[in-house]
């Protein structure tokens, strides 16, 4: 058997929102996209993300809830630097999106920052410290 994990899928309440928030993190999403029940793009790595509304989920899956609570589910988006971890949190910020967890010198190394997507998944940006 030879599996490869190559896709991440975000289930959301409102794709419209869903979907500006990833464009404000730089990924080309379509700006039509919102029409869609299904989105998905391809990443410069190959790595393939997907959303699908509730609904879409509720079309196949009749038993699907939408989980309630903190987050089930981080992403993370390496910066090029930490000046830039302190940049997109703060364009973030400044676009209406919830920061959870302000930029700081983390211990193991990374100048760090989380954001919460419209669905409440955990988004976390990060980048390498210079060494001391």
Same mark, same amino acid.
């Given at each position: 058997?030879?599996?490869?994990?190559?896709?991440?899928?975000?289930?959301?309440?409102?794709?419209?929102?869903?979907?500006?928030? #990833?464009?404000?993190?730089?990924?080309?999403?379509?700006? &039509?996209?919102?029409?869609?029940?299904? $989105?998905?793009? $391809?990443?410069?790595?190959?790595?393939?993300?997907?959303?699908?509304?509730?609904?879409?989920?509720?079309? /196949?899956?009749?038993? #699907?809830?939408?989980?309630?609570?903190?987050?089930?589910?981080? /992403?993370? /988006?390496?910066?090029?630097?930490?000046?830039? $971890?302190?940049?997109?949190?703060?364009?973030?910020?400044?676009?209406?999106?919830?920061?959870? $967890?302000?930029?700081?010198?983390?211990?193991?190394?990374?100048? #760090?920052?989380?954001?919460? &997507?419209? &669905?409440?998944?955990?988004?976390?940006? #990060?980048?390498?410290?210079?060494?001391?």
């Amino acid at each position: 058997m030879s599996l490869t994990f190559d896709f991440v899928g975000i289930v959301t309440t409102d794709l419209a929102a869903s979907l500006a928030f #990833y464009r404000d993190l730089g990924l080309d999403i379509p700006a &039509d996209a919102a029409n869609e029940p299904h $989105v998905e793009v $391809v990443l410069p790595n190959g790595m393939r993300v997907g959303w699908d509304t509730v609904e879409t989920i509720q079309g /196949f899956d009749t038993e #699907y809830v939408s989980p309630t609570g903190s987050h089930r589910v981080a /992403f993370a /988006f390496q910066a090029g630097s930490p000046a830039e $971890v302190d940049e997109v949190h703060a364009r973030l910020i400044a676009a209406g999106h919830r920061s959870r $967890v302000a930029p700081w010198d983390a211990f193991w190394g990374q100048r #760090y920052a989380t954001v919460m &997507d419209p &669905d409440g998944n955990a988004v976390d940006l #990060y980048a390498a410290l210079p060494a001391a």
